[in-house]
């Protein structure tokens, strides 16, 4: 695993670098197999992300016809719901740039159990990916953008929670207790078998949990994005300043 982090003096800064490597990813992406495969996170930091990669100079520097996107976690509620992140992603990044339904794999959320709409996700994510379905082998994205929350969650893989011990799924319905809800997200080993990870923190309401999550002990149960580690890959930390305030290594 190849780790970076990066601190830029505030979030715009930040963003601007985002979307340069999220780019550059692509391109190669795009020159190595045709496509490329990401997987998007919620959230306000990458939603200043997506405005921005939907903006010049951005949005005509690469072929959006050959990116196929997934989304890494979602809320239980339907598309149009203030809370979907597919909502979010669509008005900020797919519709601006008029990227065709078929390249755009959503949770059918809010229309059935959650745990039905994570399997059909899941062989969403399998008829893309899986070539030999008795292989089993894990998906590959070519990117996953994360962001953190303040307990140290990541997509919908939050503290204490039964999805942090799953070895064998892709896709996930995850209980909540604390939020009193159901979260639908991909799981550690597909997040860990990605090519390229890049986190977006941003917030001094973050310093203290990504100081633990950086450089204090290994407790993934109590911070979850501590279990994010490519095992073939490369790992981007992206931070504002306030957000890597309390961190040593600067």
Same mark, same amino acid.
């Given at each position: 695993?190849? *780790? =970076? ?14 979307? +340069? ?12 197999? &045709? ?15 997506? *405005? ?21 976690? #979602? ?15 669509? #008005? ?38 899986? +070539?030999? =379905?008795?292989? *089993? ?26 999805? /942090? ?9 995850? *209980?909540? =207790? ?5 979260? /639908?997200?991909?799981?550690?080993? &597909? ?27 290994? #407790? ?31």
């Amino acid at each position: 695993m190849n *780790r =970076e982090i990066k601190i830029f003096p505030n979030s715009k800064v930040l963003n601007l670098l985002a979307a +340069e490597k999220f780019i550059d990813i692509g391109k190669e992406a795009i020159k190595r197999q &045709v496509v490329f495969f990401v997987a998007l996170a919620g959230g306000s930091t990458p939603k200043s992300l997506y *405005r921005l990669l939907a903006s010049e100079p951005f949005k005509n520097q690469i072929d959006w016809q050959r990116i196929f996107f997934f989304l890494g976690d #979602e809320r239980n509620v339907p598309e149009d719901d203030p809370e979907s992140n597919f909502r979010m992603i669509n #008005e900020n990044l797919f519709e601006p740039l008029q990227i065709p339904q078929a390249n755009i794999f959503r949770w059918n959320a809010g229309k059935k159990a959650p745990e039905a709409t994570a399997k059909e996700y899941e062989t969403a994510i399998s008829w893309t990916f899986i +070539e030999d =379905e008795e292989e *089993r082998t894990r998906p590959v994205f070519d990117l996953i953008i994360l962001g953190m929350g303040t307990d140290g969650h990541t997509a919908s893989l939050f503290p204490y929670t039964k999805a /942090l011990s799953e070895s064998k799924r892709f896709a996930v319905a995850n *209980r909540v =207790e604390k939020l009193d809800t159901t979260r /639908l997200t991909l799981t550690f080993p &597909v997040i860990n078998n990605a090519r390229n990870i890049m986190f977006l923190v941003s917030g001094a309401e973050k310093a203290e949990t990504l100081k633990n999550v950086l450089e204090g002990e290994f #407790e993934p149960e109590k911070f979850p994005s501590q279990n994010v580690n490519p095992h073939d890959g490369n790992l981007f930390w992206l931070l504002d300043e306030k957000a890597a305030s309390l961190l040593h290594q600067k």
